[in-house]
């Protein structure tokens, strides 16, 4: 069974910060594939970032480039998404996953490992 378990979401008004945690098994791999996802109401699951230890790439998402923010604390088991400058478009839950490799980048399907999911709203 793999771990996926994440927090830190909440309400934030726009221009705001949020750091997201996720704590997932899948760090002790020696390769993983590891991402944030997201779904707004009526709107499809899209990757926000995601990083590849096969390919020593991080992905970001147009919309979020320069404002997000993912990093990984191999001791604690830990991938965050630091989100600043939050704007109402990033209301959505949130979710992380985990994955040997992500042949996308970012795809939804490349991920088998989820966890339940953090709303993030960003509103006055």
């Known amino acids: 069974q793999v771990q996926v378990v994440e927090s830190g979401g909440g309400l934030v008004k726009p221009g705001g910060s949020l750091r997201l945690s996720c704590v997932t098994s899948?760090?002790?791999?020696?390769?993983?594939?590891l991402g944030w996802f997201r779904r707004a109401p009526g709107k499809e699951r899209e990757g926000v970032s995601c990083?590849?230890?096969?390919?020593?790439?991080?992905y970001y998402a147009d919309s979020v480039k320069g404002r997000f923010a993912i990093s990984v604390d191999k001791s604690k088991k830990t991938v965050y998404l630091q989100m600043n400058s939050l704007k109402p478009d990033d209301t959505a839950v949130y979710y992380c996953?985990?994955?040997?490799?992500?042949?996308?980048?970012?795809?939804?399907?490349?991920?088998?490992?989820w966890g339940q999911g953090t709303q993030v709203t960003v509103s006055d």
């Open positions: 996953a985990a994955d040997v490799y992500d042949l996308g980048p970012c795809r939804p399907a490349d991920y088998d490992y």
């Open positions: 899948a760090l002790t791999w020696d390769d993983y594939a």
């Open positions: 990083f590849n230890t096969y390919y020593n790439k991080t």
